[in-house]
């Protein structure tokens, strides 16, 4: 069962450095409609998921974990603030993640306080160290995002700042689509969409990429664009 707000028992402050949340989002589009094609990222269909007459289906939770984590993650959304009763979170896509999965029941912060380096990738040793990273099959409910390149994280210009920015899948469909939940830098808590079989695509695609001012829009700037990996985190635990 999900941990109440009011029933916390540890108070604690998680502080990270982490990442940089997306610009203003595109226009949202329905799924319902699209079809099913081949995949520009090598992305396969998810174990147990298809299309019938060309409609895109949802993939479900499967594990109670993971609907608790879907929920919490809504619950979040619109907030600028990670604060509780008796327990914090940075303000950060890396704390949204640990807030949203310590509210879902999964309590991540003994594995992250473990590891090194900013608070995605902290979030990606976790479920590498757990072989829980999947970066063939579309993602599912409750799954931790990962994106590289997202911002120019260390300055210097170049193409090659990995594990940049984290978020959660909220539903995710047959063919390639998911909705997402993430901490934007200027927005706070955000739902927005990704088409892995398209990320080309402006449409289906939010942007994530850091526009830097006076400099014009690089080539990959769009969610799918950028996306690594994801991490079954969930499963932390029980694997």
């Given at each position: 069962m999900?941990?109440?707000?009011?029933?916390?028992?540890?108070?604690?402050?998680?502080?990270?450095?982490?990442?940089?949340?997306?610009?203003?989002?595109?226009?949202?589009?329905?799924?319902?409609?699209q079809t099913n094609v081949t995949s520009k990222t090598g992305i396969g269909k998810a174990s147990g998921a298809g299309t019938a007459g060309g409609q895109s289906l949802p993939i479900?939770?499967?594990?109670?974990?993971?609907?608790?984590?879907?929920?919490?993650?809504?619950?979040?959304?619109?907030?600028?603030?990670?604060?509780?009763?008796?327990?914090?979170?940075?303000s950060d896509c890396s704390g949204f993640v640990l807030a949203a999965y310590y509210l879902g029941g999964v309590d991540l912060r003994k594995e992250y306080e473990r590891q090194s380096g900013n608070g995605v990738r902290r979030l990606y040793q976790i479920a590498r160290l757990h072989h829980l990273l999947s970066t063939d099959q579309i993602p599912f409910p409750g799954d931790v995002l990962f994106w590289d390149n997202t911002y120019d994280a260390n300055g210097d210009g170049k193409w090659n700042d990995e594990l940049t920015h984290t978020g959660i899948v909220v539903a995710s469909y047959s063919?390639?689509?998911?909705?997402?939940?993430?901490?934007?830098?200027?927005?706070?808590?955000?739902?927005?969409?990704?088409?892995?079989?398209?990320?080309?695509?402006?449409?289906?695609?939010?942007?994530?990429?850091?526009?830097?001012?006076?400099?014009?829009?690089?080539?990959?700037?769009?969610?799918?664009?950028?996306?690594?990996?994801?991490?079954?985190?969930?499963?932390?635990?029980?694997n």
């Open positions: 999900p941990i109440p707000f009011l029933f916390i028992s540890l108070s604690i402050s998680i502080m990270s450095i982490s990442c940089i949340g997306s610009p203003d989002p595109v226009p949202a589009a329905s799924y319902a409609s479900p939770a499967k594990s109670e974990a993971q609907k608790r984590i879907v929920e919490a993650a809504r619950s979040l959304l619109g907030r600028t603030q990670l604060r509780f009763e008796k327990a914090s979170f940075s063919d390639g689509k998911v909705d997402y939940i993430h901490y934007h830098v200027r927005r706070g808590i955000v739902l927005e969409r990704m088409d892995l079989r398209h990320p080309e695509e402006e449409s289906f695609n939010a942007p994530i990429r850091i526009k830097e001012p006076g400099n014009p829009r690089p080539e990959k700037w769009l969610a799918a664009q950028l996306y690594r990996a994801s991490g079954r985190l969930w499963q932390v635990g029980n």
